[in-house]
């Protein structure tokens, strides 16, 4: 996402998705484990990143 300022609700709206499913799949996405960094700049870009995929096939 973003705008760090939207919601859940919003972008699941914009997707066309319930948002307790994307909840469902950003929690999924957080848990996957991530490269050794100490930055959280890599979260958050693969966290745009699989919503904008998930965009694309909507």
Do not use: F, K, Q
Not at 24 to 47: D, E, F, Q, Y
């Amino acid at each position: 996402m973003n705008n760090p300022g939207r919601t859940i609700r919003s972008v699941a709206d914009d997707l066309g998705v319930n948002h307790e499913t994307l909840r469902n799949w950003i929690n999924a996405h957080r848990a996957l484990p991530l490269p050794n960094t100490s930055s959280g700049l890599v979260r958050a870009v693969s966290v745009s990143g699989a919503v904008a995929r998930v965009s694309a096939l909507a």
